[in-house]
Each structure stands twice: as structure tokens, then as C-alpha cells.
């Protein structure tokens, strides 16, 4: 295996495929076949180029033997550096195979991505241009698990997400264009459509303005989720919100008293859509605990989605130029609101109902190791949410 770039991890990993070649007593399939993927990613990657063309059935048998994991064996992975470098070595190449297809259909002006490639796992590898920005990454070991135990899933092989992506666009109409495109082309790149949610052309009573799609990649056999959608309606949905309860008065041993602001951070979403819908089901607690606030919580509802269909609209009948200065004044008014109304809601009880009690919803902050690797990003998208893991939230 020749090696053309300079890069001293794909020297590294040729010098070992080397050694093992060279010393038959010592040779390992299942290593070589690890080494082996690794190189054709980090080769691919750094290249700049497609990674599989054509069906690895190597790649599917370690998919098809991840899918059949239970969740112990999972918390084995997570445990274990070597085993998760053999899970990560798989859902790299898996990741990056179906972005780079759906990137090579999408992009204009030869553009390139970007990616960041650290601790043996491929995270938000991104493209952007004018009109859209694509991003992907696999779902970190700590969420797929979180997921599998939230959900009563039995086995790996039952979530759907393990590997997704999101393609922000500057409106719906270059969303459905965009998605015009995958269909019209996916099936020449080893990829199909298993299902299509489309809330453009069939909107939801509360939720619109973007197309969710499970693709199947027979190149690797693993699924690959995208959401292809009108930034600003996920620049909405998504806008932090912060809600502030009671300072704390802290006495430290010095005698002095520091005050304390009791803070919990959240977004739109989360509060008006998660939230407040389990406080409307009159099947729970909730309901009777703060039936006082119930017309409230129905009116920043009906707002949430009031202004969904403003933005939906406004882009639908290439006005939003036109309207976005008075849409985002709406919106921060909105935010005003919400967290007044927030505000007398417990804690502890909006954390409950996200499932989120120990981590105070990792209070959407990026990790100071990560803020270098994805400044520019980060800077241009502030409504983009990353977990504690340096991965782009995709709800």
C-alpha cells in the first residue's frame, strides 16, 4: 500500500500493516482488516475524496455485529479504549462514507468540507457554502446509550441515529431543491430512502419546514438519518433560552458570602415543545401541579408554532429578506416571555421531564478543548448547540 500524503498517522498505520506482513507469525486478519479501514479513511479524508464505491462486506459484518449489542456489551465499549477505537474505527468510515456521497451531490464552486478528527473519532465534519451548511457525526457512545435506556431498546440495532447529519438551508424552497437532488441521485451512489417525513409540503400542526430522511447505505450497511430543513426556522426552535430562579446566598469560610445565580439553560424546543406538552397531559402529575399556568403554557404554544408559520411563509413567498428584522424582534420577545413563564416552573421538574437530572442539560456549553477546533463555526452559527462529548446537537 503506497502512501501518497505525508501524514504521520497513515505512516504509522502503513509501518504496522507493514510489520504484520513482514512477520507471518504475528498476523492477525481481524487487525489487518482494522488497519486497513483506518488507513482508507484517514487517506480518503485527507484526500478529499470518496472512501467506498462499491459494497465492504467486511464493513457490514462489524456493523451487522454492532447492531446486535446489547446495552451492557455497549458500556463495555464505553469503558474500554481498545474496544472503542474498534466501534469508532467502524462508524468513521460509516459517517464519513455517506457524507462525502451526499456532500459530492450537493455542492457547488468545489467548495471543501471540513472535519475534526481527534481521540479516534470523527466529529462534525461540515460543508458550507451560501445556501446550505451540511454537518454530520456519529452519536456519542454516552447518547446512544442514554437513547437505547430512554427508549426500551433491546439492542443497538434498534436505534436509527447512530450516524446523521442536518443540511441548514437559507430557505425551504432551496431545502426541497436540495432534497429534489438526494432522491434523484442517492441510488447512484449505493444509497436509498428507507423513509421521508416531508413537514415542507406536509406540515405538522406544530412543527414544519423540514424533510426527515433514514437512508440506507448497502456500501457499509449501516443507516444514515438526515434532516435536510430552513435554517431559520432551526435557528428558532433551537435559540437558547436562559432561565434565572433565586440567587443563593453562599457562606464561605472566610466569613464572606458569595451570591449565586441558580441558572438553567435550555432552548425553545426543549421548554415549549418537550415541556410543555408533558404539563398539558392531564395523564400526569404535572397537569394538577400547575394548573394555574395552564392558559399560559397554551398560549407561548400557540405562539411556537405562530411563529413557525410567519418564518414558513415568509419563505414559501420569498419575502423573508423582507421580514426577518421584525420576525427576530417577535422571537426575542418571545424569549422574554418564556422565561418569565418558565421561571415559576421548578427546576427539578424541567429536568425530570428531559431526562436530564444529572447533567442540568450539560447547560449547552462548548468544552473549552473543542472551542479551537470549531471556532469559526461556532462564531458564524450561534444558535448551533454542542455536547460535552464536541458534538453538534441534532435534535
Request: proline share 2%; with cysteine.
Amino acid at each position: 500500500m503506497n502512501i501518497i500524503n505525508n501524514n504521520p498517522n497513515i505512516n504509522k498505520i502503513n509501518d504496522r500493516i507493514l510489520e504484520i506482513n513482514s512477520n507471518k507469525n504475528e498476523f492477525n486478519k481481524n487487525e489487518f482488516q482494522e488497519l486497513d479501514l483506518e488507513f482508507q479513511l484517514q487517506d480518503s479524508i485527507v484526500k478529499k475524496q470518496d472512501i467506498f464505491n462499491q459494497v465492504n462486506s467486511n464493513l457490514i459484518q462489524q456493523i451487522e455485529k454492532f447492531y446486535n449489542y446489547d446495552i451492557n456489551q455497549l458500556k463495555e465499549i464505553r469503558n474500554n479504549p481498545e474496544l472503542q477505537k474498534k466501534f469508532y474505527n467502524a462508524y468513521n468510515a460509516t459517517l464519513y462514507n455517506n457524507f462525502y456521497d451526499i456532500y459530492d451531490i450537493i455542492k457547488s464552486d468545489n467548495n471543501e468540507f471540513k472535519y475534526n478528527l481527534e481521540e479516534n473519532k470523527l466529529k462534525n465534519i461540515t460543508y458550507e457554502d451560501s445556501d446550505v451548511i451540511f454537518y454530520a457525526n456519529i452519536k456519542s457512545l454516552n447518547g446512544i446509550i442514554e437513547k437505547i435506556e430512554r427508549k426500551r431498546k433491546n439492542k443497538l440495532g434498534k436505534i436509527t441515529d447512530i450516524v446523521r447529519g442536518r443540511i441548514d438551508c437559507k430557505d425551504i424552497n432551496k431545502a426541497q431543491e436540495i432534497y429534489n437532488k438526494l432522491k434523484e441521485k442517492l441510488n447512484s451512489k449505493n444509497k436509498e430512502i428507507l423513509e421521508v417525513d416531508d413537514m415542507i409540503n406536509n406540515p405538522r400542526p406544530d412543527y414544519m419546514g423540514r424533510i426527515h430522511l433514514l437512508i440506507k447505505d448497502r456500501e457499509t450497511g449501516s443507516t444514515f438519518e438526515l434532516q435536510v430543513g430552513s435554517k431559520n426556522i432551526t435557528d428558532f426552535i433551537e435559540k437558547a433560552v436562559s432561565i434565572e430562579y433565586d440567587t443563593k446566598e453562599n457562606l464561605n469560610r472566610n466569613g464572606t458570602i458569595t451570591l449565586e445565580s441558580d441558572k438553567l439553560n435550555s432552548n425553545i424546543h426543549d421548554l415549549c415543545y418537550k415541556v410543555t406538552n408533558k404539563i398539558l397531559d392531564q395523564n400526569l402529575p404535572y397537569f394538577e401541579k400547575y394548573k394555574n399556568m395552564i392558559p399560559d403554557l397554551k398560549n407561548i404554544k400557540e405562539e411556537y408554532v405562530n411563529i413557525q408559520k410567519e418564518i414558513y411563509e415568509a419563505e414559501k413567498n420569498n419575502q423573508i429578506d423582507n421580514k426577518i428584522t421584525g420576525i427576530n424582534k417577535r422571537i426575542d420577545n418571545y424569549v422574554n416571555k418564556l422565561q418569565n413563564i418558565f421561571r415559576k416552573i421548578e427546576k427539578n421538574d424541567i429536568l425530570k421531564i428531559l431526562g436530564n437530572e444529572d447533567n442540568n442539560l450539560k447547560d449547552n456549553r462548548i468544552p473549552e478543548k473543542n472551542k479551537v477546533n470549531f471556532e469559526n463555526y461556532s462564531n458564524q452559527n450561534k444558535s448551533t448547540q454542542i455536547d460535552s462529548d464536541g458534538y453538534i446537537l441534532m435534535n
